[in-house]
């Protein structure tokens, strides 16, 4: 029973319930999916005269008054809320929807609801600037008041261009919009230009690691569940054993990439209507994306779970660019530490290294900063995790599956990088069905392509911790913190890691990114985010 319910928590679309009164002091949600932008708590602290603590610490009341009670509440502005107009997008969505799949990330393939994102593009002038751009940038948001959130990062023709981007991003936000930018799920690249305190390469952003990719291996994944003698070694051995239940029951997964019948779509929107109405929703729901599964066809793979002849899941597969890497220029030379041993066989084995990964301020370099906190140009680079190539031989895996491993069409073949951007199973399926459709994506995309499959990842998750990066310091820290705390801890925000936990995917950290600069982010932009993310 607790498998098939931590199955459901794969999917990219998580539905949140928060409940609001207007007559209550506090409020209680359950089930998010995008993580909050909260700094973490620190043990960096600065001098301050007495009566400044006694300023500070009425500031840092006021935000725990504020976790406890108003955070929730999406009714003081809800007339205000309903009239923001939706994006009047002139762009070719088709052109958009390409430029996703071949230089995009896995957050910016929520752009492509244009009910709820909008699409800023840099001014024309921006390729005359910068003669390396052979396309002008774009960028996908959504807005709330006098915020305007950034989601994941601009697309652009190379990564050296992020930094001019994003200078024109804010500078469009801030001087036409009159708005407040914050950039949410950001790589390393683009959190090192933000971060960066020297005008000519950066802003001098707050950023904070409180979010992170999982990406997995498939040749990782398929050696441990086709080898034998691993079958009691933890998350492995759950996994094989919900494998051996779909396979008991009958389940077989087929890709229908291109091969859809009325009667096969009728019933995935039928099956995802039951899954939605089985998570009990009430109240406000929060999401990223709202689950279309019809939304850019062209790029994306799908694979269905059948049972007794009836479609019980769907999984989603669409091509990404991946995590970039920082410009040379923007971070000092470190050389990469090896990989710490660990005492687990199956660590041991894991093919997911973090290089340069900084677990504590004791443990990484300092950043440079006027004010005694951390300049991103100081900081050695977070790398993708590394995939070893296997020795593995050809699948023995015995589920009835038969799919298509044509990739011509699929952009497959040039994507380095696969997004998982749902896998479902319907209130109907046999236990075991998301995890077969999961691995029987990873076996497709080996097969394809033996020597170099794609890396994939699940898309960005809440982290457990909170971590400060770059220009934070004082009671900001442990405030937000504790508001990051108690949605974390009310909304279930970290209860999809305990599904993927079962693939041994490693973490690429990601950040959010604010301003300094008018009060920073606090409270007020945390209940902004909230509300532009209300379904």
């Not at 999406?74 to 958009?96: A, G, L, N, T």
């Not at 994941?152 to 500078?171: C, E, H, M, R, W």
């Amino acid at each position: 029973m607790m498998s098939k319910k931590l199955a459901d928590q794969t999917s990219n679309v998580t539905w949140a319930t928060v409940r609001t009164y207007k007559s209550q002091p506090s409020a209680t949600p359950s089930n998010t999916d995008p993580p909050l932008p909260a700094p973490a708590l620190s043990t960096m602290s600065i001098p301050v005269h007495e009566s400044q603590q006694r300023q500070e610490h009425q500031e840092s009341s006021d935000i725990d008054s504020d976790a406890r009670s108003s955070i929730f509440n999406f009714d003081d502005d809800e007339d205000e809320r309903d009239r923001v107009e939706p994006s009047s997008s002139s762009f070719d969505k088709s052109s958009i929807a390409h430029l996703i799949s071949t230089h995009g990330s896995s957050s910016s393939t929520a752009w492509l609801e244009f009910s709820r994102y909008k699409i800023w593009q840099a001014p024309a002038s921006f390729l005359a600037e910068n003669p390396s751009a052979t396309f002008l940038p774009i960028q996908g948001y959504m807005q709330h008041k006098h915020y305007i959130f950034a989601w994941g990062n601009p697309i652009v023709s190379d990564v050296s261009l992020l930094g001019p981007t994003a200078k024109a991003f804010a500078s469009w936000a801030v001087d036409e919009q009159k708005a407040k930018p914050v950039w949410c799920c950001a790589d390393l690249a683009l959190e090192t230009v933000l971060a960066n305190n020297d005008k000519e390469r950066g802003l001098g952003w707050s950023t904070v690691e409180c979010i992170h990719e999982e990406v997995l291996d498939p040749d990782h994944i398929l050696e441990l569940t086709n080898a034998k003698g691993k079958e009691g070694v933890g998350a492995v051995k759950d996994l094989k054993k919900n494998l051996r239940r779909a396979e008991r029951a009958g389940v077989s997964v087929e890709e229908t990439t291109e091969n859809w019948s009325q009667h096969d779509r009728q019933e995935v929107e039928d099956g995802l209507l039951e899954w939605r109405k089985s998570k009990g929703l009430k109240g406000v729901q929060l999401a990223s994306t709202t689950g279309l599964p019809w939304i850019d066809e062209q790029h994306r793979r799908y694979l269905v779970a059948r049972h007794e002849g009836h479609i019980v899941g769907i999984l989603i597969l669409t091509p990404i660019h991946g995590p970039y890497q920082p410009p040379a220029s923007e971070v000092s030379s470190v050389p990469a530490p090896a990989p710490a041993p660990t005492t687990s066989p199956l660590k041991q084995k894991r093919k997911f290294f973090l290089r340069h990964h900084k677990s504590s301020p004791e443990t990484s370099p300092e950043r440079e900063s006027s004010q005694s906190t951390s300049s991103s140009d100081s900081e050695s680079p977070i790398q993708s995790p590394i995939f070893s190539s296997h020795s593995l031989s050809s699948s023995s895996s015995s589920l009835d599956t038969d799919f298509s491993l044509h990739m011509e069409s699929k952009s497959a073949s040039t994507s380095p990088y696969y997004l998982i951007k749902n896998a479902i199973s319907f209130p109907s399926a046999p236990r075991g069905t998301s995890e077969l459709l999961i691995h029987t994506s990873l076996e497709l995309l080996q097969k394809a392509s033996p020597s170099r499959p794609p890396k994939v990842t699940f898309g960005i998750t809440a982290s457990d911790t909170l971590h400060p990066k770059a220009n934070l310091s004082g009671w900001k820290i442990a405030g937000l913190s504790k508001v990051y705390s108690k949605v974390a801890g009310t909304a279930g925000l970290l209860k999809r890691g305990d599904f993927r936990a079962k693939f041994d995917s490693g973490r690429v950290p990601m950040y959010v990114c604010y301003s300094t600069a008018d009060g920073g982010f606090g409270i007020e932009g945390v209940k902004a985010l909230l509300k532009v993310l209300k379904k």
